[in-house]
């Protein structure tokens, strides 16, 4: 069976993608790009009328290059924009296709003016080769000249639409990144919150177990039985430990802490760490050289957390560093930016294994050196020194040589 078209509906359906298209942005360039085109050889035929008069010849030539100028812009404008209709600045990859689409164009606009030059420059030739036709150059030097404006237009042209390419894809990458910041933004306060409910939840029920823990040790018990109750009392005290310490951390990160800003010294401060951590410090096996500068080592900080900060430290050098060696503690002040000084405390220590990572990933949190695990470490010393120390204004770093491990933190004075 012949299937019948009815002429007023087709008619009607190209009308309407007409209609359609002259609605789109590249369409509208077309009319006005048109029309202008149709002067500019009104304005080329009448110039050719005018070989002989200086004057009428550069007029004419500028409402040549006026009416060329606007229709090149409606029809190279229209141009560009329909084939480049579906290019969306929405991948990775799209500024290496911008280069190479400005490229192409460039490449393409430069050979066309050559050829239009080239033709131009012909024509002038012949005019000066035929000097009884013409009694001056100036139709020649108006086709010369109309070559290169255009090509200034054309090239404005371009380079005007590949840069709001350009701002569209800015402007796509700045709210993707802007989207990405407030989701991860999230996620992190989720898990903040996440650690703070667990942390909150977990301390209550084991601070009972320890008290009763605390009861069964004064009670008269087997040799059997005692031995079991000091195991699981030690386990439950380092769990304890690890809940406030987590706990503390997420409290920290999220930054909702009031600190008790206050003047104090750094060399005090490792006298104190060093005094309350001796018996611990004579058990491990380690040499401690202390390096303390006799410069004023006064600045601003909390106490508590910078007692935390050094402690972490500390504890983290005699978990993790090789039996029988030196552990290191030094204190200096420093010249800091635009004169200002910088009180800095920094612990070395050589490994006990092989340290194959870097500071962002020693700092993260559970994240140990020791892959092993086989000391006590919980991967949560440094993470809470890297984020007390950002919470009192000051910096933190890690550096690693082959089997060296200084970790420095610095405080304004």
């Known amino acids: 069976m012949a299937t019948k078209w009815k002429d007023t509906e087709l008619n009607k359906d190209i009308w309407s993608l007409i209609l359609q298209g002259m609605k789109r942005d590249e369409f509208r360039l077309l009319p006005g790009g048109i029309c202008a085109v149709l002067a500019s050889l009104i304005f080329s035929d009448l110039l050719h009328g005018r070989f002989f008069v200086t004057e009428e010849t550069l007029t004419g030539g500028f409402f040549l290059n006026l009416s060329l100028g606007v229709g090149l812009w409606g029809l190279l404008g229209f141009l560009v924009r329909y084939r480049n209709r579906r290019w969306k600045p929405s991948h990775g990859e799209f500024y290496q296709e911008w280069k190479e689409k400005l490229k192409k164009q460039q490449i393409f606009w430069g050979l066309l003016f050559l050829i239009l030059l080239g033709a131009a420059i012909k024509n002038f030739h012949y005019i000066y080769t035929h000097p009884w ?49 407030e989701a991860a933004l999230r996620s992190e306060q989720m898990k903040v919150d996440l650690i703070s409910n667990v942390s909150h939840d977990l301390k209550t029920p084991l601070t009972s177990m320890v008290g009763y823990l605390e009861l069964m040790k004064k009670e008269e018990l087997s040799d059997v039985l005692e031995d079991y109750v000091e195991v699981i009392f030690r386990k439950a005290q380092k769990l304890k430990e690890m809940i406030d310490s987590l706990f503390d951390l997420a409290k920290t990160s999220s930054g909702n802490v009031e600190l008790k800003m206050e003047p104090m010294e750094m060399n005090r401060l490792i006298e104190q760490v060093y005094a309350d951590m001796e018996d611990r410090i004579q058990k491990s096996g380690r040499e401690l050289v202390v390096s303390l500068t006799k410069e004023d080592t006064s600045f601003i900080a909390d106490s508590s957390y910078m007692y935390r900060i050094c402690q972490n430290l500390l ?12 552990i290191f503690l030094k204190t200096s002040v420093i010249a800091g930016e635009e004169d200002a000084k910088k009180v800095r405390f920094e612990i070395t220590n050589t490994a006990g294994y092989r340290m194959e990572f870097t500071k962002e990933q020693v700092v993260e949190r559970f994240v140990r050196g020791d892959e092993s695990r086989t000391t006590e470490g919980n991967g949560l010393g440094l993470a809470i020194v890297n984020t007390y120390t950002a919470a009192l204004g000051g910096s933190f770093e890690v550096n690693i040589d082959c089997d060296q491990f200084k970790a420095t933190v610095e405080f304004l004075k």
Do not use: D, H, P
């Open 133 to 181: 036709k013409y009694e001056n150059y100036s139709m020649g030097y108006t086709f010369v000249g109309t070559v290169i404006l255009q090509w200034i237009v054309g090239e404005i042209i371009l380079l005007s639409y590949m840069k709001r390419k350009l701002e569209e894809y800015m402007a796509a990458m700045e709210q993707i990144n802007q989207q990405n910041l």
């Open 315 to 326: 504890e983290n050098a005699l978990k993790y560093s090789q039996e029988y060696t030196r």
